[in-house]
């Protein structure tokens, strides 16, 4: 039997070989992510005089970026820990194949899901960076924050792109042109609803607890909502970027739980709940 099995199999080179496959692959996520934001330049945009959506005064944020991934990384991460835990925990009922996760089974797979969680944040962070240099949109507060120069354009030619900026914090600048689309929408929307079908399709061992599970769910999405709402009252964003946001952040959470309930070494037995073990990254 062993003489059919692949050397990669016999010599456990095979998870190795996955493992490092995907570190690598997460990585180049990560770089891309950073040489986008570090390395390609926003696109600028003029403006109209008479726009009154860019006259907003600026104001602190409600919900910092602190916060943001605090909140709401942190839910998704305490989730997956509790349910995998409860899943060890779980007793082994009669007439089921396999029992309840081994202790280093259980490491295995939180780590294993939180991974997943974490590639897709990467890819919403990614696909949001480039939405924003690419648009270079204007936010609410933008003329408060540029403070133009009166005297280096003229609202006679009517749309604006000659202008001085007396701002002379840069990154405060240029992060006025990065209004489209809103990135604390698509992390929070990310999180939060990969969070919310993380409840709704991993945990289906405990029949009697659909009302908490129901009451997370909702208080997900009141966090999620909150937190697109502040952005539109703190003069950050236009409604339309924090809807096209939580779009974003809804599609790739959507993409994230398909692909952690499809995986062979993390896909749940639906009839009896049991999660198997994960061998590798």
Known sequence: MIAQRSVCSVFGLEAVVNSVINVVTFAAGVAALSAVHYLVPVHQRGFYCNDESIQFPYKTDTVSSASLFASTLGTA??????SVMLQKCRPERTGEKTGSLSETGAIRTILHQIFVLLFGLVMTLLMTEIFKVSAGRLRPCFLSVCNVDADSYNCSVGYVTDYTC???NQALLTDSRKSFLSGHASVAFYNLVFTILYLQHQITEFPRCILPKTLLQV?????????????VTDNKHHPTDVIAGAGLGVLLAVVADNVLTTMPALRRNRGEGNLQEVKSF
């Open 77 to 82: 991460v305490v989730v997956i820990t509790l």
């Open 166 to 168: 007396t701002q002379t």
């Open 219 to 231: 208080l997900c999405l009141s966090l999620a909502s909150y937190i697109c709402v502040s952005r």
